[in-house]
């Protein structure tokens, strides 16, 4: 079965606004990566950001999931009124995600090719032609 879970970028408040979610939502983290997790000497982060969420993840129904990240200072302001939120299409192969990325992403701009992420699925980030941002992913080991 193929889902669609939305993905919203933050000023450096998901996890405020993922707190009153919860609240509203019910329900308990499923995830929680922050910036200093990830940091290395490939991927250097400054002190003021290390706590931001990279990635956050709750539950808001059966196969729905409301995921976020707090978008690093470096990476300049999230616009209020464009480009806050990406489509995350999660996939049941490998197959289906390369599928749809490769589908969806045609005369559009790869932003990060598929491969294993960070948080732990396969996956890969596209603008698409329309200005879409969308994220398409499975399980490892699928």
């Known amino acids: 079965m193929t889902t669609i879970n939305p993905w919203i970028n933050f000023n450096g408040n998901a996890e405020e606004a993922f707190t009153f979610y ?3 939502f019910g329900g308990e983290f499923t995830k929680i990566i922050r910036f200093k ?4 000497a ?3 982060v400054p ?5 931001k969420i990279m990635y ?3 539950p808001i129904s059966e196969g729905s999931v409301l995921i976020a990240n707090d978008v690093p200072e470096v990476m300049g302001k999230v616009n209020e009124n464009e480009n806050r939120s990406k489509i995350l299409i999660s996939t049941d192969s490998k197959e289906e995600a390369d599928r749809l990325f490769n589908g969806l ?7 990060g090719a598929m491969g294993e992420s960070p948080w732990g699925t396969y996956a890969g980030m596209f603008r698409d032609k ?3 941002e969308w994220i398409i992913e499975c399980s ?3």
């Open 130 to 132: 329309y200005g879409i």
């Open 140 to 142: 490892l080991g699928i």
């Open 42 to 44: 490939e991927f250097p």
């Open 47 to 51: 002190e003021k950001e290390e706590n």
């Open 37 to 40: 997790d990830l940091a290395s």
């Open 22 to 24: 919860k609240s509203v």
């Open 56 to 58: 956050i993840a709750l």
């Open 105 to 111: 992403s045609a005369g559009g701009n790869v932003e």
